[in-house]
């Protein structure tokens, strides 16, 4: 798949996503409001010995896809597409609580090492909870390295 190819079905699954999902509203669900959450990354290899600061911008008009560099100024500069979304929602029934998490990442540094890589999750809560902190790691690079995703809403 193409990275431009891979971009367009990103934005048209963000927007399927973002609208009122029948699936989720079917079981009651509702959409909380945004909280403006802060969130940074980092690079680093899998043994721990190298990490790479890095800075994130807003790729498109959408608040969801970043681009993502990572060691800027360094030869072991990166780059990265990041799709991220973290919602939350409630209903009356239990669970009352759910948060959706879409951490999608491409490579754009180059070369044919593991340009894709995702993961979707959907946690449930019995009571209402407040959330301090989420911390996510995707393998990047066939897992020699990740990129760490810190989360607070």
């Known amino acids: 798949m193409s990275l431009r190819l891979s971009l367009v079905v990103s934005l048209f699954l963000s927007f399927l996503l973002f609208g009122a999902n029948p699936v989720f509203a079917a079981k009651g669900w509702q959409l909380d409001p945004d909280p403006g959450a802060k969130f940074e990354f980092l690079w680093q ?30 030869p072991l500069r990166r780059e990265f597409l990041v799709h991220l979304i973290v919602r939350s929602y409630h209903r009356e029934a239990r669970p009352s609580q759910a948060l959706e998490i879409l951490y999608w990442v491409v490579n754009r540094t180059g070369g044919d090492q ?40």
């Open 45 to 74: 290899s899998s043994d721990g010995e190298l990490a790479l600061p890095c800075k994130h911008y807003v790729e498109n008009e959408l608040p969801i896809d970043w681009k993502v560099v990572c060691g800027i100024g360094t």
């Open 114 to 153: 593991n340009r894709y890589t995702s993961a979707t999750t959907w946690m449930e809560f019995e009571e209402p909870s407040a959330l301090y902190r989420m911390h996510f790691s995707q393998g990047v690079e066939n897992d020699v390295a990740q990129l760490r995703l810190f989360f607070k809403p």
